[in-house]
Every structure is written in C-alpha cells, then in structure tokens.
C-alpha cells in the first residue's frame, strides 16, 4: 500500500499543488511557536520537553490515528495515507522559486533571479554574480528535493512497514521544519531565546536525516555518473558545514558534472546573518575549494532536474518490488 500512496500523492501534488502561501506553513509556524512560548523556561532540559511536544507529539497523534483508522477501514487508510503524504511530500511545494529563477536566467533577467533566490532564501543576493546564483540554486534545490521528497519518502516507507502509517512522514517533515524555524529565529529575533533549542532540533535532525542522506546520495550516484559521484562524495563532502548536506551535494556535483561549493561555503543551511557570502557561525572554519566538474551553466538546471526525477523513478521501482515481494511472500 506504500508504493499506492506516494503515487497517488505525487500525482495529486503536480495536478494541485499546495498554494506558495498556505495554511499548512501558517498552522506549524503557530504550533511550533506556540510550543517553545509555553514549554520552554530556559533550562536546558526544556529544549527536550519542547522537541518532544513540538516534533513527537504530531507524529505520534498521526501514527495513533492510523492505527484507529486501519482497524476500521483499509481504503480509509490508504486515503489517510494519501492525505498526510500530499501535505509533507512533493515538489510543488519549492519547485515554483526553482521554476522563475530558471525563467529569470534563460531570458538574461539576473536581477530578477537575484529578487527570487533572496525571497527563497530570505538572504541578501544582489551582490551574486550569474554562476554563483546557479550555483546556489542548484544547490537548494537538490536539498530541497531531499528534504521534500527522498527523506519523507523514506522515514514514511520506514514506518508504513511497521503498521505505523503516515507517522514517518510526519516525523521527518515536524524535525525539519522545526530546525529550519529554531535557526531562523535565532538570527532574526532580538528577543531572547533558548539557544539550546536552535542546538538540540539540527542534532536530532541530523541524526533523523542521516540515514535518508546517505541514500539519497546513492540513488544520484546510480541513476548518474556513478564513478564521479562516488569519488565527490568521498572527497568534497567536508567543503560544507553540515555533514547530510555534503554527501548530497558532493554526490550530486559528481553525478552531474558541475562544479558545486567554493569560496561562499561552508554550507547552503541559512546559517549566515543576512548574506550568502557573510560566512558560517561564529566559531565554524569554513573550508576552502569546490567540487570538481565545469562551472554551474543554464543547462545544468534541467540536468539536476532529470537527476531528482530519475532517483525518484529508481525509488518507486525499488518500494513496488518490495511491496510485491511482500504480496507474493
């Protein structure tokens, strides 16, 4: 039933995709805000209680449904499934900043590219010169399909297997986000925070992401050039601060053939204060080169594009032929 539901939520997705400005980004911006206003006294040990209300608490009341819902009904299951996974899995939910910034560059508007990276991003890019804004495009957008597609995917198959339904997904998206909003209110905000918290959700999302990573990674270096790939990974993944992020970009780099990294590393997470050459946080060394491969061009956009969408067919082969090995088991 996994391979039914990712498909039938990917094609539900590209027909109607979630508007940019949704309720969905607006009720976990609430929960999320709300959890760390009310759960977190400035103790280190509240961090804890706050990642677990914030991130545990939604995962668990999905799984919990799952298990009511699948006791009942097994079509409703599969459309729970479907449900949960059309709101935590899909291109459409990154791909339009993608999509104008490729529109941009082909019809020689830079500054307009520049307008549309700086709003994805919510960093300074005017100062970017044309590679530098393919660059960076090229990759967040691989992280993106990562972190939107690959790691949903593979924490909701995880679990579907253990009768746990869409909790996987829920799991994956919840510590995500909840990263991505702690780091951000951590630059942003001139009121005090609990920097415990910013700390604890990237450890504990690294450590939920460090599996999904590593496959993702192999599953550019299969559906590209596999030799590269493998080579990258092993030798440029330490040109970005966060571990997950390097094997995928430095795998990914190899796949394609272009050149990914370099003076405006460590890393392509907003850890910057407001521009995207402002360098890492306080007391980070950033590391020096690029990846092999030929300078990022136009035409690399819809090769990383054929890339994503080739491992996404490889992975949906990969979970049919367990789900019939499991039917004719």
Known sequence: ??????????????????????????????????????????????????????????????????????????????????????????????????????????????????????????????ELPRTEVLRHVIEHALLAAHRHVFGVFFWFVVLSALGLGPMGAVLYRMAEFASRYWGFRHRTVEAPMNDGLMVLSRKLFGFIDHVPARLTAFGFAVVGNFEEAVGGWRRDAGLWQHANEGIILAAAAGAVGVQLGGSAAPGVTPDRSKTFTAGAEPGTVAAEGSTGGVPPQLGHLQSVVGLVWRSVVLWMLLVALLSLANVLG
């Open 1 to 126: 039933m996994s391979f039914f539901a990712v498909l039938f939520a990917l094609l539900i997705e590209q027909l109607k995709p979630l508007p940019r400005d949704n309720w969905v980004h607006h009720t976990l911006v609430s929960w999320v805000g709300w959890t760390s206003r009310n759960f977190d006294a400035g103790r280190s040990h509240h961090t804890v209680v706050v990642w677990c209300v914030a991130v545990l608490g939604p995962s668990l009341l999905v799984g919990l449904c799952y298990l009511l819902i699948s006791h009942y009904s097994l079509l409703l299951a599969l459309a729970f499934d479907v449900g949960l996974l059309y709101l935590t899995l899909g291109f459409r939910q990154f791909s339009h900043y993608f999509t104008d910034i490729r529109d941009a560059l082909d019809r020689g508007d830079e500054n307009a590219a520049r307008a549309k990276l700086a709003e994805w991003r919510h960093l300074d890019a005017s």
